[in-house]
């Protein structure tokens, strides 16, 4: 027997062939990973590339972690703890709340997906801001739910008040990026307070946390620390960026139990792997070597701001926003992708938007040198 087919195939199929998965996924932009740099390198002819648009903190795992990693492997032929109960465990007592309240899973992203997965049904509405993070739209769309993306303001970051004013009756979920992925602009506590109490007690507010540990501005509040209670409320973290494992793709929830306990529900069983486990417990024995790591992408981060808004003024109301995630924004508009085919020209490699701007990782002092150095060319042509 066969099924119906498509005026229009997709991008991999054949003319006149059966369709065997969603037509609306067609129209979904696939999710855009940093480009190797040793790729790079060959290509070029070059003896090495810098890779600067995955956000990665660049100084290797913490102390411990390898060896931690590699005991955990030698137990590879066993399932691991689908409970994570030691992991949990720890981060109760680091964060002060009940094991109970906190899920873990494959990176932040994961637990985003995970939690419309949790609340929404086919055509219910996931609110958020755009541009933020490239990965919502697909968690909504292949979730069955429906975006609702709400314009960023002027200053690149969240409109707060319009994207109260888009809830309906469907919207199941919002999602509040804070510090803003690509943009690096952040919420303070009196906007989410206000947001907070004008979204409806059946909504699901998730704080999407991940870059927490680089934040300085004391008016950005700790999601977890301020609004963790709040029944309508989860926290997003993940040990990819300033916990240094991002290849092993872990992160973690803190919600209210019962939103804690649905997430785990649909979790991919086994998804938090033995070796992300390890290396987790491993980390959160060097919270003082974290902290100085995040200082140093700190220091770089403000140095290469100011650095930037010499170098390539973007126009004469626009400037790179200030940032408190480990990366800054560049609003270059149309000239965002030939700025980025430049750089990667000369062997360095960021993140562009189309018609948006470019998110530039921060590297070490060297590799940001190298990167003002490109910069400074290419806005003096």
């Not at 229009?8 to 369709?19: E, F």
């Not at 660049?58 to 005991?71: I, K, N, T």
């Not at 700790?222 to 040990?239: C, E, H, Q, S």
Request: proline share 8%; glycine share 8%.
């Amino acid at each position: 027997m066969t099924g119906p087919t498509s005026s229009t195939p997709g991008p991999d199929r054949r003319p006149g062939a059966p369709r065997l998965t969603r037509a609306d996924l067609d129209a979904l932009p696939n999710y855009v990973p940093g480009r190797s740099p040793a790729d790079l390198a060959r290509e070029l002819g070059l003896p090495e590339a810098i890779k600067l648009a995955s956000n990665e903190v660049p100084y290797g795992p913490l102390p411990g972690v390898v060896e931690a990693v590699s005991e955990a492997v030698s137990g590879a032929h066993r399932y691991p703890d689908m409970g994570v109960l030691a992991l949990r465990a720890a981060l109760a007592e680091r964060h002060g709340v009940d094991p109970d309240r906190i899920a873990t899973g494959c990176g932040s992203v994961a637990l985003a997906e995970h939690l419309v997965r949790a609340t929404c049904l086919p055509g219910d509405e996931v609110v958020y801001s755009w541009r933020s993070f490239e990965a919502y739209p697909i968690i909504a769309a292949t979730s069955g739910a429906t975006s609702v993306r709400v314009p960023n303001d002027a200053g690149h970051g969240h409109d707060l008040a319009a994207m109260a004013a888009a809830v309906t009756d469907r919207t199941r979920l919002i999602l509040v990026c804070n510090p803003n992925n690509p943009t690096g602009t952040s919420l303070r506590r009196s906007e989410l307070d206000r947001f907070l109490a004008s979204v409806p007690d059946d909504v699901l507010v998730v704080l999407d946390e991940a870059y927490r540990e680089f934040v300085t501005d004391a008016e950005v509040p700790d999601g977890l620390a301020v609004y963790g209670d709040r029944p309508n409320v989860v926290v997003l973290r993940t040990f990819s960026k300033a916990w240094g494992l991002a290849g092993l793709r872990i992160g973690f929830l803190v919600g209210q139990p019962e939103v804690a306990a649905a997430v785990r529900k649909v979790v991919t069983p086994f998804s938090t792997s033995l070796a992300a486990q390890a290396g987790a417990l491993a980390a959160l024995t060097q919270v003082d070597e974290v902290r100085r790591r995040c200082a140093l992408v700190v220091a770089e981060r403000d140095r290469v701001t100011e650095a930037l808004r010499k170098r390539l003024p973007v126009g004469p109301t626009a400037t790179v926003p200030d940032s408190q995630a480990n990366f800054v924004w560049l609003p270059l508009g149309d000239r965002s992708v030939p700025f980025a085919q430049a750089c990667e020209a000369r062997g360095i490699i960021v993140r562009p938007f189309a018609g948006e701007g470019v998110r530039v990782t921060i590297g070490t002092p060297a590799e940001n040198d190298a990167f003002l150095a490109v910069a400074d060319q290419l806005g003096n042509q």
